[in-house]
């Protein structure tokens, strides 16, 4: 199993609408996790951090089910500026530190 | 206030050779994580330099080796250049006491590497 697994879409969907990503980890000591957005051609800008079971930023959520060991991310009222790859990040236990361990993003379009 | 640069933007070499990128950290930064990203693909981490030392590695060979210099600024050195390394490099910048901290680093722009 990969460490972080992401399902690569494409997400198409039309402005206004719910979706979800969904994120699977294998190091169950990770504490910590992360949502990156990522644009074309552009670098990855973090979108969320999430210490616990969730965290909400406007019509982003982010929640953690540690039994299961995955992580989504829940976007509502989609904007066509929604458009984007959105990484899911995994900092695993490396000699007492951590190194940020990626998937491969999940691609989102929404369209008019 | 700048943020994390990098360049070159864009490079071409051939199989064989050697590159050097640059990337100097955002203000108050201290410790500089290099990536590299594949088409397609999340980014994957190299290595790390804070007190211009190398701290953290990834599961990458000794052909990509890096520096750091006292004004925290970074190199990363890719030695017999592959046609697998054709990726986007990418550097990250944390803050001093953070670096461990995967929210709190800022990403550059990215050099685009590609290997003829």
């Known amino acids: 199993r990969k460490e972080v697994e992401q399902d690569p879409g494409p997400f198409n969907v039309p402005e206004g609408a719910t979706v979800a990503f969904n994120c699977t980890y294998s190091?169950?000591?990770?504490?910590?996790f992360f949502w990156y957005r990522q644009d074309c051609r552009k670098e990855p800008k973090l979108l969320m951090s999430v210490y616990s079971s969730g965290n909400e930023d406007g019509r982003f959520t982010a929640q953690l089910n540690r039994a299961s060991q995955y992580i989504s991310l829940l976007i509502r009222d989609s904007k066509l500026s929604d458009s984007a790859t959105y990484l899911c990040v995994v900092p695993g236990p490396s000699g007492g530190s951590y190194i940020p361990t990626f998937g491969r993003g999940t691609s989102l379009i929404v369209h008019p | 206030d700048a943020g994390v640069t990098q360049s070159p933007t864009h490079l071409i070499k051939t199989r064989g050779q050697q590159v050097t990128l640059r990337c100097s950290p955002k203000?108050?930064?201290?410790?500089v994580s290099w990536y590299q990203q594949a088409l397609g693909q999340g980014p994957q981490f190299i290595f790390q330099y804070y007190e211009e030392e190398e701290r953290q590695r990834g599961n990458f060979p000794d052909r990509f080796s890096g520096h750091q210099f006292p004004n925290y600024s970074s190199e990363l050195n890719v030695n017999a250049l592959l046609l697998g390394d054709s990726a986007l490099y990418l550097c990250a910048s944390s803050p001093p006491g953070l670096a461990g901290n995967t929210d709190t680093q800022y990403f550059g722009p990215g050099t685009r590497l590609t290997v003829l």
């Open positions: 190091n169950s000591a990770s504490q910590s």
């Open positions: 203000s108050g930064h201290d410790t």
